[in-house]
């Protein structure tokens, strides 16, 4: 049933649950959360409350109504969902330097 509805897209998330590519940053004692999933060869941030991802083609194939959702977006809900991510617990003072590793790849028009 999830290859139909996500076609493709559904291995390649499942192959980074299993080789346990998404991790969960909770940062304290703010209680923030940061999903990233380590995608082909960059991390990218998933916000799951708004079925967001930094990745190229959420930019312009999520956007555009073209997909459904990316790769790494089903691999953070599955990953939650089993029960299958690593966490690191960090004070809020790493926060920056986590989020500014991700906000440097994102697309710049």
Known sequence: ??????QKRFPQALGLVEGEKVRKYQFS????????????GRDYQILPDSL????????????EHKKQLCYHIIAQQLSE???KYSVAELTDS??????????SIIPRE
Not at 29 to 40: E, F, K, L, N, Y
């Open 81 to 83: 969902a089993m029960g």
């Open 29 to 40: 004692p703010s209680g923030r959360t940061v999903w990233v999933v380590t995608g082909r």
């Open 1 to 6: 049933m999830l290859t139909t509805v996500f």
């Open 52 to 63: 967001f991802c930094t990745c190229d083609d959420y930019y312009f194939r999520v956007m």
């Open 94 to 103: 790493r926060y920056p330097e986590i989020t500014s590793k991700l906000t």
